[in-house]
């Protein structure tokens, strides 16, 4: 692996594999991402603060579902992507990992 394949691996990866996704989907993810990252940062000020804990438990609700909402986009695009095409080459183990993917969603 040289030094560009490293440093676009994810620190958490645990697979070689790249998703497929468009930059406009990507971009989305991202822009949703950044949002929510500053929610984190101003709740992290509210507890700074000693803003009122039902304030911050609803700020903090926001978060999870901002979270929850790019975790189905992001499962949607997996399935119509990624899951599809290893389908199609006869990878039939991607149906065990994706069941244990929603599971994991589904504990939330």
């Given at each position: 692996?040289?030094?560009?394949?490293?440093?676009?691996?994810?620190?958490?990866?645990?697979?070689?594999?790249?998703?497929?996704?468009?930059?406009?989907?990507?971009?989305n993810?991202?822009?949703?991402?950044?949002?929510?990252?500053g929610?984190?940062r101003?709740?992290?000020?509210?507890?700074?603060?000693?803003?009122?804990?039902?304030?911050?438990?609803n700020?903090?609700?926001?978060?999870?579902?901002?979270?929850?909402?790019?975790?189905?986009?992001?499962?949607?695009?997996?399935?119509?992507?990624?899951?599809?095409?290893?389908?199609?080459?006869?990878?039939?183990?991607?149906?065990?990992?994706?069941?244990?993917?929603?599971?994991?969603?589904?504990?939330?």
């Open positions: 692996m040289d030094r560009t394949d490293a440093s676009r691996e994810s620190p958490v990866s645990k697979s070689p594999r790249n998703s497929h996704h468009t930059e406009t989907f990507k971009n993810l991202i822009t949703r991402l950044n949002r929510i990252e929610q984190v101003g709740v992290r000020r509210m507890i700074e603060n000693d803003t009122y804990c039902d304030d911050v438990l700020q903090i609700a926001a978060i999870q579902s901002a979270l929850n909402g790019v975790s189905k986009l992001l499962l949607e695009g997996h399935m119509k992507s990624c899951v599809v095409e290893r389908i199609q080459e006869g990878d039939l183990a991607v149906i065990e990992e994706l069941l244990t993917t929603v599971h994991k969603l589904m504990k939330k």
